[in-house]
């Protein structure tokens, strides 16, 4: 059995390849890692982890519910929808939760490159302005134009976590949609407790969160989001509940 929150992380990728940092959210201070030479070199596109700072910028301006079409071809990409369908229209909060990604190349479109560059320069994101409308769809949904380092993305879902508590109602679908991705959506196996959000690209398979007390990124190389990603995580979550240190 571990005995350090460090042996629950070693145990949990046990036989996977991948990276991952978890940090305290208080003062930023790395708690664990996997493959430290990765955590701080390795980037690659968050794909759908990136989605609460695209939807943090989307609030900025405006949103509005729309009916998902499920098909999505950008700049020769199919990125159709995997979530299960429905008719009625999604909010903010499940367009989130569910990784719609019709609602998020739907509403980006209309976004100002600037200010989804300045959202991620916020939270300490590489990423460039985009030049093109289907390259600004793309970068908000994590493909291209946009890269992350494990360390990275844990501490910009850190500064995320700082912020749910002085944030103001306007970016409470933030907020809600990554409880409801683990309630309901790809996340579920993060456990309870959590807020966080899986993402899945062809480089490899994400999931970034925090519960009250620490931030994490993890990425494999293999696999996706919620198959692969997300139940390391909730290794780790389940050995801080259990009070490993």
């Given at each position: ?32 890692r996997q493959r430290p030479d ?208």
């Amino acid at each position: 059995m571990p005995k350090t929150l460090q042996d629950a992380v070693n145990r949990a990728f046990k036989g996977r390849g991948g990276s991952a940092a978890v940090l305290r959210i208080t003062d930023g201070v790395l708690l664990a890692r996997q493959r430290p030479d990765w955590m701080k070199t390795g980037e690659s596109p968050p794909g759908s982890a990136i989605k609460p700072f695209t939807l943090k910028a989307l609030l900025r301006g405006g949103v509005e519910p729309i009916i998902c079409r499920r098909r999505l071809t950008v700049a020769g990409q199919r990125l159709d929808c995997s979530h299960p369908s429905t008719s009625e229209p999604l909010t903010a909060t499940d367009a989130l939760a569910m990784s719609c990604n019709c609602w998020f190349a739907a509403m980006s479109a209309r976004m100002v490159p600037d200010v989804l560059w300045r959202e991620f320069q916020a939270h300490g994101i590489d990423a460039g302005i985009a030049r093109t409308r289907d390259a600004l769809v793309l970068q908000a949904l994590g493909i291209d134009g946009v890269k992350c380092t494990p360390l990275a993305l844990a501490r910009a879902y850190r500064r995320l976590a700082l912020a749910r508590m002085t944030s103001d109602k306007h970016f409470a679908p933030v907020y809600d949609g990554l409880a409801e991705s683990v309630k309901r959506g790809t996340s579920v196996a993060a456990g309870s407790g959590v807020y966080g959000k899986t993402g899945t690209t062809k480089e490899g398979a994400w999931f970034a969160g925090f519960n009250d007390d620490i931030a994490l990124a993890v990425f494999c190389f293999q696999g996706t989001g919620g198959a692969d990603a997300a139940p390391i995580a909730g290794e780790v979550f389940a050995a801080w509940r259990a009070g490993l240190r």
